[in-house]
Nanobody, 127 residues
């Protein structure tokens, strides 16, 4: 049974940093793409970043997160991380980890390509 467990969310002041973790278990993820998405109240789920587990190729989402957020993995721990720096109030959302099989990098943003999702972790950035 595949499990994705996020952690690391919380309340932080604008300009601060958080590191989210996604611990994956239940199968070998070497052929998977791991993604981070976020959803703010009243908004659609938004792509943040993705990484191919085997190759390490990374895709980062909108201009609003590029240069501030970084996705990376630790193969030994079967864990994917999202390092978030220079946080802004508009980054406030529930952040979800997801796993998708054979997701082409150009399609990393498509939620329907991810079969497994974590429960989400709340990130709140105060101004």
């Amino acid at each position: 049974q595949v499990q994705l467990v996020e952690s690391g969310g919380g309340l932080v002041q604008a300009g601060g940093s958080l590191r989210l973790s996604c611990a994956a278990s239940g199968r070998t993820f070497s052929t998977y793409t791991m993604g981070w998405f976020r959803q703010a109240p009243g908004k659609e789920r938004e792509f943040v970043a993705a990484i191919n587990w085997r190759t390490g190729v990374r895709i980062h989402g909108t201009d609003s997160v590029q240069g501030r957020f970084t996705i990376y993995r630790d193969n030994a721990k079967n864990t994917v991380y999202l390092q978030m720096n220079s946080l802004k109030p508009e980054d406030t959302a529930v952040y979800y980890c997801a796993a998708g099989l054979f997701v082409d990098p150009s399609n990393s943003w498509k939620t329907e390509l991810y079969a497994y999702w974590g429960q989400g972790t709340q990130v709140t950035v105060s101004s």
